[in-house]
């Protein structure tokens, strides 16, 4: 017996399948009994399932993928048939089947009642991975409560979904999560994946935003990749003498400057300028974060500002956030952070994912801290000295 | 009939506490430990076993099963035991078969190898990217691919440290090593697929290029000789395997089974061990790519 002897035999003997027999015969691979593919006992059903997916005819490949899809819907309805095994070679053979098919998105309902419902987290993982791979379009919400729900082993799959439905929103639930050593390897696991997806000027842009929230390894492993791969991050260049209380709260409003950052450093040294008279002016510490979010605001566009503001807003409840925009007569921010503003999906997705985490108390107290830190530093005498590296 | 969701192995090995080292076990061959019972147990251990050898893989898995001499008579008594339970299905004798054989999953005789022994495991691109994925590291083949695509020709520095949160295998690692001291694949073909014959890997992937990965086991991990315990407690059951011959097993390895074409023109296996996992920070060499 050779490979090559079997694989268009095995060819002609599936096309000459019933829709039915095809059906059975996918679910034996899948159970681990084959009385056809005999030959490929040994090899994993999904891997060839896949392989002879690319050989057979138009008809086949639609009978195939048809069948697929009713037993993703089988398994979406907790059918007791499917043991743990089956399941994850049944998720796994979705990607190669029904990627890029125009009946992909009928499997998606059943993925995601999977993703949140089985009981089995290994399921519910591989179910998260095949959405990703089928390109499942949700808020970032989705993706932000599964890795609430199912901690940190999950952050490969919410970096990439995010990555490809909300690239923007990427940064903003980073920030918030690390320094995370899991979280951190995901990030740079996918940084060669996100290059080839987004392209390397907004990859060097994420990681500008989010590299004064990394730990010191994971800060030292990201610029090591941006340094070989010579990525010019916008912001932690300007920041690397500055102290780390005053780096963490000016690299919030750098990143506010989206690319201008670089191309514009004038403005910004007059945006740091700016932020250190609010640091010198402002002592009441609930009333910092505040007006420092109405400055970025004021400056940049709504989404990136929303998103951007995050780190802010999530240690400020919405009253004081309301009170300080009535302040400065913006009242019609606060329109923006109403959950049924007419803002496009994706910006109210956006939104909706802010206002989560400015409703967070358990983050106030540690930000208020840093705030006071942030003050302290900016009363130093040599604080007047600090000067962008232009 | 679909296998049964629930097979519940009722026995367990028991524990080394109180007892000889493992190494001194008896062991005995699986039809010695089932002549030991009546009759008709044989006769139904033998009827259900039969079932298993409609195909090729399953009847190898039989008599391989009757050959291995490095299992303890522990884990053949309660093989018994749960093929006598089971139902006739030949699906559920085999996830039976597998499940018992989990219980001793990597316990076997340890290899005999020098110390800083290169070992080397040959693998695709896209296997690499799903063991990567199915570690749990990536959320998809794709992003998987993308990581091997922009490493895989870095020098070892860059990938150790890329890598090192990464395991090479799942569950197993089935992998080469040159008894001699040499490095594992420097006396096999540099094309894929002569290699492929020899180190007995899946027929399917023909024609796709190659990944060596040249690595050195950490202290706390053993090469030991491979058994039918490692090749029958995995979802897919392992074709190209033979239990390890007398003068194998006198050499301390195993030893990789070729595929047909290589055997009938007089070729022969190369050393083989099986081990849990490695991280990616074990490698020793570059990564090197064959086609």
Redesign the interface.
């Known amino acids: 017996m050779t490979g090559m002897d079997t694989v268009p035999s095995l060819k002609n003997t599936l096309e000459n399948l019933s829709t039915e027999q095809l059906e059975n015969w996918v679910r034996g691979r899948l159970r681990g009994h084959d009385p056809i593919a005999r030959d490929y006992q040994s090899e994993p059903s999904y891997l060839l399932i896949a392989r002879m997916y690319t050989h057979l005819s138009r008809n086949a490949r639609e009978d195939l993928r048809l069948a697929v899809l009713r037993m993703v819907d089988e398994v979406g309805q907790s059918n007791d048939e499917w043991d743990e095994p089956a399941i994850i070679s049944l998720l796994q053979v979705t990607d190669p089947i029904l990627r890029g098919s125009a009946e992909h998105h009928e499997a998606l309902g059943s993925l995601v009642g999977v993703t949140l419902r089985h009981r089995k987290q290994t399921v519910r993982f591989a179910a998260a991975q095949a959405l990703v791979a089928l390109g499942y379009m949700d808020t970032p919400r989705f993706w932000i409560d599964l890795h609430a729900r199912e901690g940190k082993t999950f952050a490969p799959v919410i970096i990439e979904a995010l990555a490809r439905t909300s690239f923007q929103s990427l940064p903003v639930w980073m920030i918030s999560v690390i320094p995370d050593d899991t979280v951190e390897s995901a990030f740079f696991g996918l940084l060669p994946f996100l290059i080839e997806l987004r392209g390397a000027e907004a990859v060097a842009h994420i990681i500008g935003q989010i590299d004064f929230k990394l730990s010191p390894n994971g800060r030292a492993r990201v610029r090591e990749f941006s340094d070989s791969e010579k990525l010019i991050t916008p912001t932690y260049e300007y920041f690397r003498a500055l102290p780390a209380t005053f780096d963490a709260m000016a690299q919030i409003l750098a990143a506010g400057d989206d690319l201008r950052t670089t191309r514009q450093p004038l403005a910004f040294g007059r945006a740091l300028r700016r932020l250190r008279r609010f640091l010198r002016r402002e002592t009441d510490l609930r009333s910092i974060p505040s007006l420092l979010a109405l400055e970025v605001w004021s400056r940049y566009t709504e989404t990136i500002a929303a998103m951007l503001l995050s780190p802010l807003l999530r240690n400020v409840g919405l009253a004081e956030l309301r009170s300080a925009l009535r302040e400065v007569g913006a009242e019609d921010v606060i329109e923006l952070f109403s959950p049924d503003a007419s803002l496009p999906l994706d910006d109210a997705a956006k939104t909706s994912v802010v206002m989560e985490l400015a409703l967070d108390p358990r983050k106030r107290e540690a930000t208020r801290n840093l705030l006071s830190q942030a003050e302290e530093l900016a009363r130093d005498p040599d604080f007047e000295s600090l000067q962008p590296a232009v | 009939m679909?296998?049964?969701?629930?097979i519940y192995i009722r026995q367990s090995i028991p524990s080394d506490h109180g007892r000889p080292p493992r190494e001194e076990e008896q062991r005995l061959r699986f039809g010695e430990v089932l002549r030991q019972r009546p009759v008709t147990e044989q006769v139904l251990v033998k009827a259900k076993l039969a079932l298993l050898e409609?195909?090729?893989?399953?009847e190898q898995a039989v008599r391989n099963i009757h050959d291995e001499s490095l299992v303890e008579e522990t884990l053949w008594t309660i093989l018994i035991d749960e093929l006598l339970a089971c139902t006739s299905d030949?699906?559920i004798i085999?996830?039976t078969i597998r499940q018992v054989m989990r219980l001793d999953q990597l316990s076997g005789p340890k290899a005999t190898y020098r110390p800083a022994t290169l070992f080397g495991r040959a693998t695709t691109p896209e296997e690499l990217a799903?063991t990567f994925?199915t570690n749990?590291?990536?959320?998809?083949?794709?992003?998987a691919s993308?990581?091997i695509?922009?490493?895989r020709s870095r020098g070892l520095a860059?990938v150790r440290?890329?890598w090192r949160?990464?395991k090479l295998g799942t569950y197993v690692m089935w992998a080469t090593f040159d008894a001699a001291g040499g490095r594992p694949f420097e006396k096999l073909p540099r094309a894929a697929d002569a290699l492929r014959a020899i180190l007995g890997l899946?027929?399917?992937d023909?024609g796709r290029p190659l990944l060596l990965l040249e690595y050195v086991l950490p202290p706390f991990i053993a090469a030991r000789i491979p058994r039918v315990v490692e090749a029958y407690s995995g979802?897919?059951?392992?074709?190209?395997f033979h239990p390890t011959r007398e003068e194998d097993l006198d050499r301390g390895h195993g030893r990789t089974y070729v595929?047909?074409?290589v055997a009938e023109a007089g070729g022969t296996g190369v050393p083989e061990v099986v081990h849990a996992p490695v991280r990616a920070d074990a490698l020793a060499a570059d990564v090197d790519e064959i086609s």
Do not use: M
């Open positions: 679909a296998p049964s969701a629930n409609r195909d090729a893989v399953g030949r699906d085999s996830d799903r994925k749990g590291h990536f959320g998809s083949e794709a992003a993308a990581n695509r922009h490493y860059t440290t890329a949160d990464y899946p027929k399917i023909r979802d897919n059951w392992v074709h190209y595929w047909d074409e």
